[in-house]
């Protein structure tokens, strides 16, 4: 007997979801992957642009135990409400921020994508998605451009004081 898997939840009327897509050239096949369980590749530049950031670079200024939790709190107390996607290694955070960012963007150790690079993709899980295993949003998918972080909120990120290195832990909240 084959084994019936759970559809995912529709992200047709998720608003996150809809504003990721509002710009796609086929916004149907990417809510269809994230029915299927698939994680669909969306074109940076378009809506958004990303910066991506090493998880040693973030996780190396803060203190304490790192849990989701202390991750979340650090990127919102930058200024980071929205759009951040773990990777499915855990080991980068790519940040959506304002279209335009990638263009002067120039901090040490991240890279930005933006309208202007040839490979501009991001594979993004389904919006829906908190936790692993797998990529997911650390935090929620925006729902409106204004939502979006610039340059200055992902430098006061990177930008907190180095303390002693304690390594990640999950967070037994969400377990």
Not at 134 to 156: H, I, K, N, T
């Amino acid at each position: 007997m084959k084994e019936r898997t759970t559809p995912h939840p529709s992200t047709r009327d998720h608003a996150g979801a809809r504003w990721l897509v509002s710009r796609a050239s086929r916004p149907g096949e990417i809510h269809e992957a994230w029915a299927m369980g698939r994680t669909p590749s969306v074109e940076i530049g378009r809506r958004f642009d990303v910066v991506h950031l090493l998880a040693g670079v973030v996780e190396g200024v803060l203190p304490g135990i790192r849990t989701d939790e202390v991750l979340e709190n650090a990127f919102r107390a930058a200024g980071i409400g929205h759009g951040v996607i773990v990777s499915r290694q855990r080991d980068t955070y790519s940040v959506l921020v304002r279209t335009g960012t990638a263009r002067t963007w120039d901090a040490p150790n991240t890279s930005a994508v933006g309208t202007d690079d040839h490979l501009r993709y991001l594979r993004v899980p389904h919006p829906g998605r908190k936790e692993g295993p797998g990529a997911f949003w650390l935090l929620p998918v925006p729902e409106r451009d204004e939502a979006l972080p610039g340059a200055e909120q992902v430098c006061s990120l990177l930008q907190q004081p180095q303390t002693r290195s304690i390594s990640w832990m999950r967070s037994t909240a969400s377990q």
